[in-house]
């Protein structure tokens, strides 16, 4: 049972379906920088390609080339620390009773423990701890034809998903009933697309035209396209932290551009906790929207007081002496010359640990700001997710245990304010009964029996 | 269904298991230069490494001390050209409810693909196609302790089998019941070491304590060590071409050294085809006892003709424009200087395709000899092996529809004869019952009813 | 004579000089991303590691752990396509009558050419292109002590340089007369060091002292730290574009802030040019602070209309078919939300052949953009530079033979304003006179001699 | 001054020169398996390809393709522990003034240092401590058209060398007066091709000319090929050691067949030191010649009774426990059959250190040998080379303070016997006064005074 947040693209009937998915997963690659993979077919032969890495780094010309076919589905995995291995990187492929199954899988199955000792005990073996290959058995245990077998198997699964299937001639796309995680449908030349996220629509110049319903199973195959609800009733239930932090602002999800919640977020942000100063400083990128939205609405002027170093690799090696802020800093280093003397709201669209943002405040002392203001655009993160997002565990949460102000002593700034629960939704596109907001209320729409650890299964190293 | 010859090498019960097998996997590497891999346990926790290449490149230091444990198993595949992909890397291991399971396996099942149908059909999914494999499916499906499981599943199988299995705190060794590939028990410092051919035990100064008979299933676990036999009343059908070609010289295997036993055959060769001439050469270095006996018993001198370099790599660049007998000179060149106006007798191991040793006597030719002629130190070479070398096709085998005064007309040399099947298991040092000759005769000891292609499951490249 | 932009950075005196060193680069990478490389010497060994890529890629814990001593330099190398070969990589070493000689080089020397080929004329060899070894060569010839002999070389040097120059036990760093790149000296703990930019310094928390002086050469050595002004009465010519778009945000150079600086770039050309529009978006990242000053002085907000892709790698692969605008959108995507009807004044650093920003103004059209007013916070770039900066050739630079309206044609906006050169000087934090501005007036204050081409060097692929 | 045992390649006016060259050093790989490199001219422009490794693993199709011309010099270079770098991959290309000039090297120059010396007080700088650089940087200080800078430049070296030189026009080869290392001429399809050994003739099927003389430099260009006698009266003084163990057996050098020398090596050696005997056996590959020579004339039966292991890699990683013998046997495994009770004479070609010897013999003696009885194809080794053979310094040389019963001892063998000084030179295919014997008798044919240590010039980690 791994909790991570990744990002999956499709595409059916396009002579340049591999290549289209190419740049799919290069417009996603924010949901995910630990492995990519791509899987296309010709309608009578399935290629494959993965690794891991970022997109860029897992394909070449080369291995593009090696892919044939005139549909793909992809995936980019996110990189959660301890569990990575080159053995789950998806799109995950079978070979299985002479024809060929694969899966990406976008979220996470509650019930996956159970399901897996199961399958087990009928003598299933297990390559994985992807809920991916979790569902390629239930697909093979299941009866009927494809269709049938899949929504078979995505009826016995518990908790969110958004997840592609394809055999060598059919495609398939489906979203759990209560629409966790975002799924979008678009075409481009006549073919359709599925993606996470708009932006990868953007890129190819392919036009949205809807979000795949939460229960709905969208199946491909050479007689066309025929969308299934296959399941009935069930509450809504989007991630809020989408809009709030894991989408790209370009993004439309949800029902609204990404961009606009989050200026709405701030200027929300604004009207409740409002404050003097000189100016307001987002934390970039993910802060920026909040911070100009805060900054509109209080106008107070909006500065670039970070700069971003856009060179960070993957293996900084810290030095054997300890230098004050180094880790933060090398990434995000302030303007000392617009910080000193100045009152300063720092605009972050979340807090998870409050150790990043207490060595980030600190530099910001460094420089001689007066005061410093912090503005958090959601309320505290008090409860784990999941649902498909790798969050800490509910005593690593900075906000789970301790008082506003306990947590402004902590970061050490002069004063510090959340969004309210009530301003945060009311700056969604939707009602606000349609967001999952579990992490911030510990409300979870799909209950949560099964806890077994994901490291239970995972003592292969490779 | 792939064919392939390999190494395989186990250690129960030595704090230094993983060093030992690496050892034993460098001495056996004669028996496949494809892959190597390592799987060891500490009695909790199981660890591997495996990778494509020599044992000398798949492990470093750093990788061997990522592999824990006092017992550990190993083995090295054999390069079949078209198959290679890094998932078919053996030992295989899966985790299988909660517990690790790991096979290596030298040999060839012949009903592998009936038997994989009736899993797929009961939904199992194969994520290779490796006959280890098969086994670790079978055992899955299969009840009672890990003894009677792993038992009950080598009953299912038909065909050749030396075979290590191995979970967190058992391990267990067995032969199939015709026993066609070797496998050794042996001693080291109050451990047990299991291993293809004696080589492995001489480089790590282990006792050879006598080969595990056909049938005979030998488990090890924190109790010791018991013996069983598994089968009763199968022929014995001991692979001759160990002896003839693929063993190495300084082993034991089948009753005797086989140095020795190719000394004899050369020794029957002379006897049987004696031939006026200046110098008896081999071809080396597989033909070189058979020379050697050859040469003892004609009393014509030895001499070594051919000189190799030593540092043929993986990949050969063969220049735009021919140059004559280039792919052969490049691994042996005729020292001229020795050949010209001689009278030669040429003795070869074995003839398979014909292709290399035409090239080859051209070459000798050229350097000025006036007679060729050449010696086969095995009989006609005329059908396919099923349980476990990869020879050609029958199509393929030059001797399967030729005369041998064909042969020689296509090779080009004066006088061509090969040892008769019954000179052949003079030589040997058992009883000749009890080898299968299967290659020379097409008499097949198991039946091998089911030829279904390895190629129709592998269409998934990496 | 290679055109490149580097970054330069040293330390004498730290017992962390190595890590300070590779923290330093870390900071100045943005000057340079084509190889990077340190040299460090304890007193009696000079020992190197460079490489080919980014700080992060060439260093590792054990590379650095090589590196051994109390002073190091080290050096950035700015990607310039066709003449990047691992040769060329600085800092350059050699080894030299039993001495080691080690020299970073940060400009362009326009009298190359005419020193190599004296110096080739009397024996000597040269390796590479590069400047540096041309000043090694000088040097190795010179007479008198370590000091005088740079120096004497460096005065035969006319142009570009900011330099550090090494050997077992001493350190030097000079600037040319004229003080085309930037060079500061700070201290920490005790120790000195030298970076191009302040920035460098901010990250290792080093207090910054001074710019070392045009034409000043600070030499230290066991017994201190002594500065000479090797030359008198040149006229300062500080580099302008590296405030408008070469140096980083949060660096100091020249006499004032970067990001001040290009701000107050944005309030001139908003006072030079209004126009009437619903926002004011930069391209990002170079564009931000002047569109952040335009907007402060127009009135009209700021917004961020383009989503940076933060997972760029070095090789995209562009797909068989053209996708419109594919090349600008992967880096920078417009969010259609924000645009869509609105009247924009999109604010760029400068314009060099124009291709990129007609691509990118395509992309906002697409977008629904209802105007588009392209403002630069620059004059038009006319002439190529010879002092360091690797400007594409006159022909290439689209403003050298176009009027304004010409380049709005091309670009495809609505109206197009350039910064009048009196705005830009305006901006700058010293006297106008101090500032070369040849890149837009073609006034070189150097003669530039000797375009004898780099190429007709570089003909030995490796 | 890098002692060093290489082996160089050219062709001059053949299309396929590249191919061939890379054939060529194929077939000289035992000369030198460190690196390799091919420098090819196409009349225009000079390519080189260089690197680490076998021919096999430097060389693939891409980097022969980009190798383009007519004309082509390779190099392999001997691995020397410590000192091997990058850097020094021969052969050496400068780009100077305005041409390519490129040099490959076999043999070691005695005054290196001294010229090394003085060319450094006027100013050259090396980027190396190769005696081919040093000979560039002569030719670059000569006065005359190519050929007589070439030749005015090897007048001042003194030492060994077998030496190619070449433009982008011209091509040279030459040898020192006394010929220490061998250089021979050929042709193939109306070019010439040059090479250390014959056996890099056969391979492409070129035909062997003669040897190049002592003294003479051969100079190729568009007009033909001229020889000149460029040194007289000297004596000659060929490498003895070249016959006895460095050469291949099938080629020919100073006047005969290495096989045939070594043959008649071992002949001599039985004539000298018969001993009563069940078996002569090798020490393979280097002293099969010697032991067939001496089963030959003593009437012993020839055996093989070592196997060698073909898989060597570069990397094989000793156990944590001492296991005795491993080092010696994972190379060379004793057939314990063959030897068990048996009186056994080993031949060896020569003995160095004595140590790999000592252990080898121990792993006889654990198989059971009755007696064994070493016999030597040379006299005892008693004096380092300075003229490009990698031999140890004196004290390390087991035979220069011991006498033959103390080695005897320590290699713990029944009897040790060397063959003597003339059974040494009656073997060889020319008169003794012809041969350089200095590592037996301490007489150098050019003095060595110049004993400067190559570490001071090398302490650039790389």
């Known amino acids: 049972?791994?909790?991570?947040?990744?990002?999956?693209?499709?595409?059916?009937?396009?002579?340049?379906?591999?290549?289209?998915?190419?740049?799919?997963?290069?417009a996603l690659q924010h949901r995910g920088q630990e492995s990519a993979g791509i899987i296309a077919s010709d309608g009578k032969r399935v290629t494959q390609w993965r690794g891991m890495g970022l997109v860029s780094e897992v394909?070449?010309?080369?291995?593009?080339?090696?892919?044939?076919?005139?549909?793909?589905i992809g995936h980019v995995r996110y990189s959660t620390t301890?569990?990575?291995?080159?053995?789950?990187?998806?799109?995950?492929?079978?070979?299985?009773?002479?024809?060929?199954?694969?899966?990406?899988?976008?979220g996470n199955i509650v019930n996956a423990g159970l399901l897996r000792q199961k399958l087990e005990a009928s003598g299933s073996i297990f390559q994985t701890t992807m809920d991916s290959e979790l569902l390629i058995h239930l697909i093979a245990k299941s009866q009927g034809n494809f269709k049938e077998?899949?929504?078979?198997?995505?009826?016995?699964?518990?908790?969110?998903?958004?997840?592609?299937?394809?055999?060598?001639?059919?495609?398939?796309?489906?979203?759990?009933?209560?629409?966790?995680?975002?799924?979008?449908?678009?075409?481009?030349?006549g073919a359709f697309v599925v993606a996470s996220e708009t932006c990868a629509f953007d890129l190819i110049q392919a036009k949205p035209l809807r979000e795949i319903l939460p229960g709905e199973v969208v199946f491909f195959d050479a007689r066309g396209c025929h969308s299934y609800q296959a399941f009935s009733g069930r509450k809504h239930s989007f991630c809020i932290f989408e809009h709030i932090y894991f989408a790209r602002p370009d993004s439309n999800i949800f029902g609204g551009s990404v961009a606009r919640v989050r200026e709405k977020l701030g200027i929300n942000l604004a009207?409740?906790?409002?404050?003097?100063?000189?100016?307001?400083?987002?934390?970039?990128?993910?802060?920026?929207?909040?911070?100009?939205?805060?900054?509109?609405?209080?106008?107070?002027?909006?500065?670039?007081?970070?700069?971003?170093?856009?060179?960070?690799?993957?293996?900084?090696?810290?030095?054997?002496?300890?230098?004050?802020?180094?880790?933060?800093?090398?990434?995000?280093?302030?303007?000392?010359?617009?910080?000193q003397g100045k009152r300063i709201v720092v605009v972050e669209d979340s807090i998870v640990r409050g150790t990043t943002s207490s060595l980030r405040m600190k530099t910001l002392k460094n420089c001689g700001?007066?005061?410093?203001?912090?503005?958090?655009?959601?309320?505290?993160?008090?409860?784990?997710?999941?649902?498909?997002?790798?969050?800490?565990?509910?005593?690593?949460l900075v906000a789970s245990t301790r008082t506003v102000e306990q947590i402004r002593k902590r970061i050490g700034v002069d004063t510090l304010a959340y969004l309210s629960p009530e301003g945060m939704l009311e700056a969604m596109p939707l009602p606000s009964e349609k967001f999952c907001t579990a992490c911030f209320t510990g409300k979870y729409p799909v209950p949560v029996r099964d806890r077994i650890s994901k490291?239970?299964?995972?003592?292969?190293?490779?």
């Open 1 to 26: 049972m791994i909790r991570h947040c990744c990002g999956i693209f499709g595409v059916f009937g396009h002579r340049n379906a591999v290549e289209l998915t190419y740049l799919g997963l290069y």
């Open 59 to 72: 394909f070449t010309r080369e291995s593009l080339q090696k892919l044939k076919g005139d549909f793909a």
């Open 82 to 106: 301890g569990s990575s291995t080159s053995k789950n990187i998806q799109p995950f492929l079978v070979e299985y009773a002479g024809t060929s199954l694969a899966v990406a899988h976008n």
């Open 149 to 189: 077998k899949v929504i078979r198997s995505l009826k016995q699964l518990q908790g969110a998903y958004s997840v592609l299937v394809m055999t060598e001639k059919q495609f398939l796309a489906g979203r759990d009933p209560h629409g966790f995680r975002p799924l979008w449908l678009g075409r481009i030349d």
């Open 271 to 339: 009207r409740e906790h409002p404050v003097p100063a000189d100016m307001v400083i987002p934390v970039p990128d993910s802060g920026t929207y909040a911070a100009l939205g805060y900054a509109r609405h209080s106008g107070i002027p909006f500065e670039m007081a970070f700069v971003r170093n856009h060179y960070i690799g993957r293996t900084f090696i810290h030095p054997a002496e300890e230098i004050r802020g180094l880790e933060v800093k090398i990434k995000l280093n302030p303007v000392a010359e617009l910080i």
């Open 369 to 396: 700001a007066r005061e410093i203001h912090m503005r958090v655009s959601c309320p505290p993160l008090c409860h784990p997710c999941f649902y498909g997002i790798d969050f800490p565990t509910e005593t690593e």
């Open 455 to 462: 490291l239970q299964f995972e003592n292969q190293p490779e």
